[in-house]
């Protein structure tokens, strides 16, 4: 018999009486579905036992007054229509918008930059990668309390030294004006982790090309543009879809540092979202909101996923 | 030190002043933990602020080890996370392989359903979750911790191993199918060594979460034999206030195999080590 | 050899007489996870097995931050503590919601009557008439005030301010203002502390309940009580005294400790800090100054027992337990905690204490915020975003309030839209 590869160099074959046998998917073709199931398996059986319960639940919970104590009572959509008519719904997706559409393309730039810096063969660039890539590895209630005193208006760091330049800092967290934007710079403080990524990514880019860009007569401006990115892209692809998913749920600075304020200026989605379920005990309301919240990541990242074809290259394809 | 060309000594040169910079404003924030675990706690707020603190106050870190059971956290906290990120590297890395390197109808739609798991807040997630692991007797164990995460790993580990196996070239695989290897055989002997890197950003990202993770020890762990160290963290932040030089002593001690792990796993996505097998 | 079959034969001779005695265990879960807190109810918890063998309490402390999120998830899950630690303000819901069990019959059983706790608590214990939480510790806000500053400027240290146009006066004589504006000391301000804008009100004479038991926060009385703060807060320069508190710190640098503050509202544990951090500050504590009745803001943690517990008279036995005399009277002479037991919170010993019997007289006068079921946490989402707007100059205070009110209003009726 011979191998599956090699059908391609072999006459098609014939039925009995001569004429074309009509098509049949091929071996391989049904080989790649079997395998395809069976190595998405283990996530699809993890799925079944662990989330998909959850989640069917959660969407149910939605059409219900859902107090955690007591069964939840079916009530349509009156979730939805009084999420619409909630002023707090709406401040709090405009809080969580202007974070994300902010401190995501900010984090992109400064991650790629860091990461083509970081990716030279010069002495001490391990130290530099540590150094760089520390912050991200705080996190939790302890490093939140950090950077309320780095924020501090009176002795914390980023004033004091805005002092030493003479400038007078504004009152960042205690302030309705500067609070978000506190909150964006202490999230560019992570990037390391996002540089991380570009830096695996970074790997996988053959030396060749650049070699074959310079012969060209190609400076670092044009490497950068038909060489780094376009072979980066599916790794910059990654960082922009998990930075924006990951951004529109930000809760843990508004729980440990602001409580939402001042004047609501940080209430943020997913914030208010577990306040109206685990302080208020309204589960339905806040699974609608969480529902709503999907819809509105799941159009952003098909809208997202459809425009990257046109800019993001897989050299397998 | 051989002669440099100007241009590329000017250029050396520029690269080091921007990542001392850099460095420079994003040390600040850990040089001040360090500071403020070495601190008498009378100096913690003063104003202007101490950096370099007298007398050094080590003892800290000692009281810092003995006001929760450190060793206990550590251990459970070691085995919890070591754990989960052989099984989330692992297990997505092989999920991954089904999603790039094979075709199939439906492939496409179901990975955009596994990226679609991680856009629902975890928040309205955690009861119905709670209720399950209640049902089968895991709750007061590590299990509920670990045994998720060799069922694909998480999707952003999934997503970051399907990103990473496009760039590599399908003539590898293809190679090897015709000389009549099996999938599987192609997965762990040719597609998962040429990826290291993402191997190793996985696992760096897989320990980090976790190591740190608080809110699922938090709901599952109720005997304090099985706590881990994020528990024993909060235990400095009292209602009446925080106990900063001791929070900052043992948080620093609890980022150090974070770091350590880090520095060794550099080299899997620096420039040379990466490569295996067949030409690039 | 003959040592090991002898204590093979002890061994099982107590494993089978202990199965003999069928012990019941009880949970409890509470907060106190570290330090002397948790010391405290190990050696309460041990007293309590050894005096009762047939019964086991088992008991587990989760830090206040992550407490209730644990509380809840396994409340929900039906495998919740037999006895649990609560906040005392909002005990109506979960007897709404049949969450926890009635005490009356438990209470009447054992002769305990509702009166052996502070008046102030007695509105949170009761839902429709039956008791359901009993008040493990409250506590109370009186005015600490620094003796050595009135000194400075000339005030009598013995007379701390009655009223509010002695406190405003008293304000400008103790604050120390630069000439480029810059604030070193502050004589009070209402937003520092531990006051809320609710306990002024009460001062002010103002109800936040009215005749039908709705919540009105816009009345003439509470209006006028912004109005005071906001005079205070601007006074000196909006920006300088927001500068000047933000930069504030807790434990031994509290404003208060060090000199920033002279005059602040703060409950009754804070003498046991002072004592700790600042031991040479002279301080003296008096009741909140009023501007029409005395008044004290109190709040607490309960203790309830669940209604799916399959032990309630072992959980009762341990309830009483916390709250007999002799170990309430421990835990506040050990914790400096406001306890709800009465009998036990004035024994002559701790009433020795003048900074205690201050705080005494305050529980006499204290108020509870009103629970409202449809909006559990109004004072954060109706009035607080509006108290900040006024206090930033952005609204008025009339338009503040009544922004509040109207947001209150909202709120409630969002939640019966979605009943």
């Known amino acids: 018999m011979p191998a599956a590869g090699n059908e391609v160099t072999h006459p098609r074959p014939t039925s009995k009486s001569g004429g074309p046998l009509k098509p049949r998917r091929s071996r391989l073709s049904r080989n790649e579905t079997i395998w395809g199931w069976t190595f998405v398996s283990p996530w699809i059986i993890g799925f079944f036992a662990f989330t998909a319960l959850p989640i069917a639940l959660s969407a149910w919970y939605s059409f219900t007054a859902y107090n955690i104590y007591q069964p939840p009572r079916f009530i349509g959509t009156a979730n939805y229509t009084v999420l619409m008519t909630d002023p707090l719904f709406w401040t709090a997706m405009y809080n969580t918008f202007y974070y994300t559409f902010i401190s995501v393309p900010l984090m992109m730039v400064i991650a790629l930059f860091l990461a083509l810096l970081l990716n030279t063969k010069l002495p001490g660039m391990g130290v530099f990668r540590t150094i760089y890539f520390l912050p991200s590895v705080l996190s939790g209630v302890g490093v939140a309390l950090l950077w309320m005193w780095v924020f501090n208006p009176g002795s914390g760091l980023i004033n004091s030294v805005l002092e030493i330049f003479g400038i007078r800092g504004p009152l960042w967290l205690h302030s309705p004006e500067w609070s978000k934007p506190a909150m964006i710079i202490m999230s560019l403080w992570g990037v390391g982790g996002v540089m991380v990524i570009n830096l695996a990514g970074l790997q996988s880019i053959p030396g060749s090309l650049y070699d074959a860009a310079k012969i060209d007569g190609a400076g670092w401006w044009a490497q950068l543009r038909y060489v780094t990115i376009p072979m980066l892209s599916p790794t910059l692809f990654f960082n922009f879809i998990t930075l924006t998913i990951g951004s529109l749920q930000i809760f843990t600075q508004a729980y440990v540092m602001t409580d939402g304020g001042p004047v609501n200026s940080t209430l943020f989605y997913v914030f208010y979202l577990f306040n109206t379920a685990f302080e208020n005990l309204r589960m339905g309301y806040a699974s609608a909101m969480a529902w709503i919240l999907f819809l509105i990541i799941v159009g952003f990242s098909l809208f997202q996923i459809r425009m990257s074809r046109r800019w993001v290259y897989y050299e397998e394809s | 030190m051989r002669k440099l060309m100007p241009a590329r000594r000017a250029y050396v040169l520029t690269v080091y002043a921007l990542l001392i910079i850099g460095s420079i404003s994003f040390l600040f924030p850990l040089l001040w933990m360090v500071s403020t675990a070495l601190k008498p706690t009378s100096q913690i707020y003063a104003y202007p602020p101490v950096w370099w603190p007298s007398p050094l106050d080590w003892a800290n870190f000692r009281e810092a080890i003995n006001f929760f059971p450190f060793w206990l956290y550590f251990r459970n906290s070691a085995i919890v996370t070591v754990l989960v990120v052989i099984g989330s590297v692992y297990s997505a890395a092989f999920v991954a392989y089904g999603f790039s390197k094979l075709n199939w109808k439906g492939r496409d739609w179901l990975f955009f359903f596994v990226l679609a798991t991680l856009m629902i807040p975890a928040q309205v997630l955690m009861i119905p979750q709670y209720v399950i692991f209640t049902r089968i007797g895991w709750v007061d164990t590590l299990l509920p911790l670990i045994v998720p995460a060799f069922f694909g790993g998480g999707a952003f580990n999934i997503f970051l191993f399907r990103q990473y196996y496009r760039t590599i070239p399908k003539e590898y695989s293809d190679a090897a199918r015709i000389d009549g290897c099996s999938e599987f055989r192609i997965f762990w002997q040719i597609v998962l060594p040429q990826s290291k890197p993402a191997m190793a950003t996985a696992a760096i990202f897989a320990f980090l979460w976790t190591w740190n993770d608080f809110m699922g020890p938090v709901i599952y762990l109720h005997s304090p034999q099985n706590f881990t160290l994020p528990i024993g963290l909060r235990a400095f932040q009292q209602q009446t206030g925080t106990e900063w030089d001791l929070l900052m002593a043992a948080s620093l001690l609890v980022m150090l195999p974070v770091i350590v792990l880090f520095f060794f796993l550099q080299r899997y996505f620096v420039a040379g080590m990466s490569m295996s097998g067949l030409n690039r | 050899m003959k040592r090991i079959l002898r204590n093979l034969g002890i061994g099982l001779a107590v494993s089978i007489g202990s199965a003999a005695m069928a012990q019941s265990t009880v949970t409890f879960w ?45 409340m929900a899950a039906g495998t919740g503590p037999d006895v649990s630690l609560n906040d005392l303000g909002n005990v109506a819901s979960r007897a709404a919601m049949g969450v926890i069990a009635p005490l009356d019959e438990f209470m009447a059983a054992d002769g305990v009557g509702i009166d052996e706790y502070w008046e102030a608590t007695h509105p949170m214990l009761q839902f429709e008439g039956s008791t359901y939480a009993l008040p493990l510790e409250t506590d109370v806000r009186a005015l600490y005030y620094n003796k050595a500053h009135f000194a400075e400027v000339g005030l009598d240290p013995e007379s701390p301010p009655a009223n509010w146009a002695e406190l405003s006066e008293y304000t400008d004589l103790l604050t120390n203002q630069l000439d480029n504006g810059r604030l070193t000391r502050v004589g009070f301000n209402p937003t520092w502390g531990n006051l809320g804008i609710y306990t002024l009100a009460w001062l002010n004479g103002a109800e936040l309940l009215d005749a039908d038991g709705n919540l009105v926060l816009n009345s003439p009385e509470m209006i006028e009580t912004l109005e005071f703060m906001v005079d205070l807060q601007t006074r000196y320069g909006e920006r300088e005294v927001s500068s000047f508190s933000a930069s504030f710190g807790s434990g031994a640098t509290d404003p208060f400790m060090t000199g920033q503050v002279s005059m602040i509202a703060e409950n009754n544990t804070f003498a046991a800090q002072i004592r700790r951090f600042a031991p040479d500050l002279d301080f003296g504590v008096a009741a909140l100054p009023n501007n029409d009745s005395p008044a004290s803001w109190s709040n607490g943690f309960s203790i309830e027992i669940a209604s799916s517990s399959t032990n309630k008279e072992a959980a009762w036995r341990f309830m009483s337990y916390l709250m007999s005399d002799e170990v309430q009277a421990a835990y506040a002479a050990r914790n400096g905690s406001m306890v ?80």
């Open chain 3, 30 to 74: 509470h907060i106190y996870d570290s330090g002397d807190a948790l010391d405290f109810i190990n050696e309460v918890v041990n007293d309590f097995n050894t005096e009762n063998p047939d019964v086991i309490v088992n008991h587990l402390g989760t830090n206040f931050w992550d407490y209730w999120t644990r509380l809840t998830t396994a």
């Open chain 3, 340 to 419: 709800g037991n009465q009998a036990a919170a004035t024994a002559p010993e701790l009433m020795e204490d003048e900074v205690w019997a201050v705080m005494v007289e305050q529980m006499g006068i204290a108020q509870f915020r009103p629970f409202i079921m449809e909006a559990p946490t109004w004072y954060d989402t109706a009035l607080q975003p509006e108290v900040d707007a006024a206090l930033l100059g952005r609204k008025s205070a009339q338009q503040a309030l009544d922004d509040a009110q109207a947001s209150l209003e909202a709120e409630v009726q969002r939640y019966l839209d979605t009943q």
